[in-house]
C-alpha cells in the first residue's frame, strides 16, 4: 500500500474502537467544545460526577471504594471518545484492556483490602511515544505502522506497578520538534477551548484530552517545550523536570540517541498535585533500577512542600527573552501573578538576562546537527512528505562531532553562567537568599491560529540550561482587557508575530506561565507553582 493507504487504514482502525453507542454528534460550529462531555447525553451523572474530580479527590474515593476503577474507567473512556470526537485527540483506543485492568485492581482492592498503589484506578493517559507491550506506537511516522512494542517502557512499568490504568494514547506532530500538533497518520488536533486555535505540540494530544478532562492526568514528553506549551495553551499543569530524573527508557523518538540537549518524560495535569502525585508514583518505584540513565534521586515531599525554605519566598520575573515580545493578555497574566505573590507577602524582583536569544540561537543548531538524516532514515521506506514547521535540519545545517562538541562546550558556559547570575541576586532580596523562582512567559502568545508557530524561546531556553520548569493557568483571552497595544518588537519574525494578535482572533484561549526553579530542584518548581496558583485564586478566584 501507498503511505497514504496505510494511513487511511490506521485511522478507520483506530475509529471502529469506539463503540457505536458512543458515538455523538458535534456541531461544526462551535468552537468551545469544553463543555460538549456534559451537554452531549453520552455520560450520566455519576459518571460526570467522577470525571469531574481532581487527582487526589478522586484516588480517596477509589480506595475506599465509593468509586469502583471499573466504573471509573469506563466513566473516562466515554469522555476521551467525546474528546476525540471533538478534537481529536487520540492515537491508540485502549478501552477494553483498560476495562481488563480496571477489574483486576477491583479485585484486588476487594480481596486484600488494600491498594494496589498509589494510583490505584487511576486511568493515565500516555503520549503516543510511551511504548505499551504488544500496541502500536507510530509517533505520527507511516514508516512505523505495524511495529508492535515488545515490552512496556519505563515510564509505563512505573506507573502501572503504583496502579495506573492506560485508556488511551494521545496524538503528536511528526517528529515531537514543533509546536503543533499534526501528523500524515492522525491529521490535526484542535484547541478544545477554540478549535481554530492550536492545541500546541509536541504533546498536543494529551493537553487537548485533559482539557476535556477525558483525563486527569497525562505524560507528555518535553525538549524545547513539549509538555509545557500545551499545558500553558489548554490551561493546564505541566512539568518539565531535570534531565534524567524520571525514566526515558523505552520510549520511541525522533533523534534518540542526541545528547546535545535531552527530552524529557513529564506529566500534565488539571491539578499541580497530579503533577506532584505522578512524580511521588514514578520515583516511588524506583527506576533507577530499571533504566540506567536514571539518576538516583528519590520523591522529595518536604521540598514540594517548600519546607526547606524559611520565610517569604523571592521570586524573580521575566518579561521578555529579547527575541519574541509578548502580547497583551501574556503581559496581564504576569501582572497577575506578580500583584498576587506580592499580596500573599512574598517578593518579586525584575530578571532581565541577556543571554535568551544567543541561548536559543545555540538550541537551534544542535537540534539541526545532523541535518535531517534521522527523518530520511525513518522515512525512506514509505516516502512520507515532511510536515512544514517542524524543527528537522537540512544538509546544509550538519555539523561534524568536532562542532557539536564545540555547541555543547558553549551550552555548558551558558548554563554556569546563568547560575552565576541567579546566585548573584541574593545582593537584590531581602531573604538572604538568591531568588526562589522564576516567573516568565511560557510564550509570547496563547495558543495560536493553526499553522502560525514560530519558536519556542521561552520554553526551549530552559531546555538548554536544564532548569526544572512548571507551568500553572492563570486567565483567558479577554477582548475587553486584551485590546491591541503598541510594543517594542525584536526583528522581523518578532514583528510578524505580534501583529497577528487579535482578542477576537484569539478569544477564550487560555493564559499560562511557567516558574523555573534552580537544577535538579523540581519538586521545588511544582510547590512554587502551588504557590503562586493558591495566591491567584485568592485574588483573582482563577487558579486552581
Known amino acids: 500500500m501507498s503511505w497514504q493507504e496505510r494511513a487511511a487504514a490506521k485511522r478507520a482502525a483506530r475509529d471502529a474502537l469506539i463503540p457505536h453507542d458512543w458515538l455523538i454528534t458535534v456541531p461544526a460550529d462551535q468552537l468551545d467544545v469544553r463543555t460538549l462531555p456534559e451537554?452531549?447525553?453520552?455520560?450520566?451523572?455519576?459518571?460526570?460526577?467522577?470525571?469531574?474530580?481532581?487527582?487526589?479527590?478522586?484516588?480517596?474515593?477509589?480506595?475506599?471504594?465509593h468509586y469502583s476503577a471499573a466504573e471509573v474507567c469506563v466513566a473516562f473512556s466515554k469522555r476521551a471518545a467525546v474528546a476525540q470526537q471533538a478534537v481529536n485527540c487520540l492515537t491508540e483506543i485502549l478501552f477494553d484492556k483498560a476495562l481488563e485492568q480496571a477489574k483486576a485492581l477491583d479485585e484486588h482492592l476487594a480481596r486484600t483490602g488494600q491498594v494496589v498503589g498509589p494510583l490505584h484506578g487511576l486511568p493515565?493517559?500516555?503520549?503516543?511515544?510511551?511504548?505499551?507491550?504488544?500496541?502500536?506506537?507510530?509517533?505520527?511516522?507511516?514508516?512505523?505502522?505495524?511495529?508492535?512494542?515488545?515490552?512496556?517502557?519505563?515510564?509505563?512499568?512505573?506507573?502501572?506497578?503504583?496502579?495506573?490504568?492506560f485508556h488511551c494514547r494521545t496524538n503528536v506532530p511528526q517528529t515531537l520538534m514543533r509546536g503543533e500538533t499534526n501528523n500524515a497518520i492522525f491529521g490535526r488536533t484542535d484547541n478544545p477551548a477554540n478549535r481554530s486555535?492550536?492545541?500546541?505540540?509536541?504533546?498536543?494530544?494529551?493537553?487537548?484530552?485533559?482539557a476535556m478532562r477525558g483525563s486527569l492526568l497525562g505524560v507528555g514528553s518535553d525538549i524545547g517545550g513539549s509538555v509545557r506549551i500545551p499545558a500553558a495553551f489548554n490551561g493546564l499543569y505541566g512539568m518539565r523536570?531535570?534531565?534524567?530524573?524520571?525514566?526515558?527508557?523505552?520510549?520511541?523518538?525522533?533523534?534518540?540517541?542526541?545528547?546535545?540537549?535531552?527530552?524529557?518524560?513529564?506529566?500534565?495535569?488539571?491539578?499541580?498535585?497530579?503533577?506532584?502525585?505522578?512524580?511521588?508514583?514514578?520515583?516511588?518505584?524506583?527506576?533507577?533500577?530499571?533504566?540506567?540513565?536514571?539518576?538516583?534521586?528519590?520523591?522529595?515531599?518536604?521540598?514540594?512542600?517548600?519546607?526547606?525554605?524559611?520565610?517569604?519566598?523571592?521570586?524573580?520575573?521575566?518579561?521578555?527573552?529579547?527575541v519574541f515580545t509578548p502580547v497583551p493578555p501574556i503581559n496581564r497574566a504576569l501582572d497577575m501573578a506578580v500583584e498576587s505573590v506580592r499580596r500573599a507577602g512574598h517578593e518579586v524582583i525584575e530578571w532581565e538576562p541577556a543571554s535568551h536569544p544567543a541561548i536559543n540561537e545555540l538550541a537551534g543548531k544542535i537540534f539541526y546537527a545532523d541535518g535531517g538524516a534521522d527523518y530520511d532514515e525513518i522515512t525512506k521506506s514509505t516516502g512520507e512528505p515532511r510536515f512544514g514547521g517542524a524543527m528537522v535540519g537540512s544538509a546544509e545545517d550538519s555539523l561534524s562531532a568536532w562542532e557539536l562538541w564545540q555547541a555543547c562546550r558553549q551550552r555548558d558556559q551558558f548554563r554556569v553562567d546563568y547560575l552565576r547570575d541567579w546566585e548573584a541576586t541574593v545582593s537584590r532580596t531581602s531573604t538572604g537568599r538568591p531568588m526562589d523562582g522564576l516567573i516568565a512567559p511560557a510564550?509570547?502568545?496563547?495558543?495560536?491560529?493553526?499553522?502560525?508557530?514560530?519558536?519556542?524561546?521561552?520554553?526551549?531556553?530552559?531546555?538548554?540550561?536544564?532548569?526544572?520548569?512548571?507551568?500553572?493557568?492563570?486567565?483567558?483571552?479577554?477582548?475587553?482587557?486584551?485590546k491591541v497595544a503598541q510594543a517594542q518588537t525584536f526583528g522581523d519574525d518578532d514583528a510578524k508575530q505580534y501583529a497577528r494578535y487579535s482578542p477576537e482572533t484569539f478569544a477564550n484561549a487560555p493564559v499560562g506561565l511557567q516558574v523555573v526553579a534552580p537544577h535538579f530542584r523540581d519538586e521545588q518548581a511544582m510547590g512554587l507553582a502551588r504557590v503562586i496558583s493558591e495566591a491567584l485564586k485568592s485574588s483573582h478566584g482563577r487558579a486552581t
Open 124 to 165: 493515565v493517559s500516555l503520549k503516543d511515544q510511551c511504548q505499551i507491550e504488544g500496541e502500536e506506537c507510530s509517533m505520527g511516522f507511516v514508516a512505523w505502522l505495524g511495529e508492535r512494542s515488545k515490552e512496556d517502557a519505563v515510564v509505563v512499568k512505573m506507573l502501572r506497578k503504583a496502579g495506573a490504568v
Open 197 to 210: 486555535l492550536t492545541s500546541g505540540g509536541s504533546s498536543g494530544g494529551e493537553g487537548a484530552l485533559i
Open 39 to 65: 451537554t452531549c447525553g453520552l455520560l450520566n451523572a455519576r459518571e460526570l460526577e467522577i470525571t469531574g474530580s481532581d487527582v487526589s479527590t478522586l484516588l480517596a474515593s477509589i480506595a475506599r471504594s
Open 443 to 482: 510564550g509570547p502568545t496563547p495558543a495560536f491560529p493553526h499553522d502560525n508557530f514560530i519558536s519556542p524561546t521561552y520554553t526551549m531556553a530552559f531546555n538548554v540550561l536544564d532548569l526544572p520548569a512548571c507551568v500553572f493557568p492563570v486567565t483567558d483571552v479577554d477582548p475587553q482587557m486584551d
Open 241 to 322: 523536570g531535570t534531565m534524567r530524573r524520571i525514566p526515558y527508557a523505552g520510549c520511541r523518538n525522533f533523534q534518540l540517541g542526541a545528547e546535545g540537549i535531552e527530552s524529557v518524560l513529564g506529566p500534565l495535569s488539571t491539578t499541580i498535585d497530579g503533577c506532584a502525585r505522578f512524580f511521588e508514583a514514578v520515583l516511588g518505584n524506583e527506576p533507577w533500577r530499571y533504566d540506567p540513565t536514571t539518576v538516583y534521586a528519590p520523591f522529595r515531599p518536604d521540598e514540594y512542600a517548600l519546607k526547606h525554605i524559611p520565610g517569604k519566598l523571592c521570586f524573580g520575573v521575566l518579561r521578555t527573552d529579547r
